[in-house]
């Protein structure tokens, strides 16, 4: 498959350790924040979702928090294991179109 | 995947040529999108379209051509291909709501 995270951040935890994936994002206008998780050689999956009006939602294993005044979000992957490894990106959506992050790539140990 | 799909999977062609990239979804959705994606940028908006007919510019529309005859079909063409193209390119399609979002597998275009 391609090698899309060549340059990105990369995050290396060990199995069953918890996962942190920060985003900064730029728009105080978006409505709607997503986390999408991408395989090599495949499109983006989505993960879960977050409105504008919450700062967090849980998810199977998966939380997404949201601090607006920072303009942070960061999504929380509970016990993580050898198939989370993959490329995870958050995506703001702005007018009814989705700008996404540059992505970080995430490792686990096994 | 079920749903969205791209072709072809992998193409090559030359620096000047016209090449068209296919998307075709199953769910009559109404948005249809085409994404770029090159090392350290993430996926970047090249055009999209809220309904048969109706497209529009996205963040990188210079060099691309897109139609929509019909609702299922959003192909993006490149006029005269250039090195800089040289991409993997992602089609997605959403009804109401962003969370709807289905992305295709993807077309890994190399320019020559």
């Known amino acids: 498959g391609e090698n899309v995270g060549l340059h990105l951040p990369t995050l290396s935890v060990q199995e069953g350790d918890n996962s942190i994936i920060n985003c900064a994002y730029s728009n105080s206008a978006s409505d709607y924040f997503i986390w999408y998780k991408q395989e090599s050689g495949k499109g983006p999956q989505f993960i879960i979702d977050i409105r504008s009006n919450m700062d967090k939602r849980q998810g199977q294993r998966v939380t997404v928090l949201l601090n607006k005044t920072v303009k942070h979000l960061s999504l929380q992957i509970a016990a993580t294991q050898p198939g989370d490894s993959a490329v995870y990106f958050c995506a703001e959506n702005i007018q009814l179109k989705l700008v996404f992050g540059a992505g970080t790539i995430l490792r686990v140990k096994s | 995947d079920a749903g969205i799909t791209q072709s072809p999977r992998y193409k090559i062609t030359e620096t000047g040529r016209q090449v068209t990239l296919m998307c075709h979804q199953t769910?009559?959705?109404?948005?249809m999108f085409w994404y770029r994606q090159d090392l350290g940028h993430g996926l970047r908006l090249i055009y999209y379209?809220?309904?048969?007919?109706?497209?529009d510019k996205g963040e990188v529309p210079d060099g691309y051509v897109v139609s929509r005859s019909k609702t299922e079909n959003f192909p993006l063409t490149l006029e005269s291909a250039t090195r800089s193209q040289t991409s993997v390119y992602f089609c997605?399609?959403?009804?109401?709501?962003?969370?709807?979002?289905?992305f295709g597998s993807g077309t890994r275009l190399t320019v020559v």
């Open positions: 379209s809220a309904a048969a007919d109706i497209t």
């Open positions: 769910w009559s959705h109404s948005y």
């Open positions: 997605a399609s959403r009804e109401t709501g962003p969370s709807g979002y289905t």
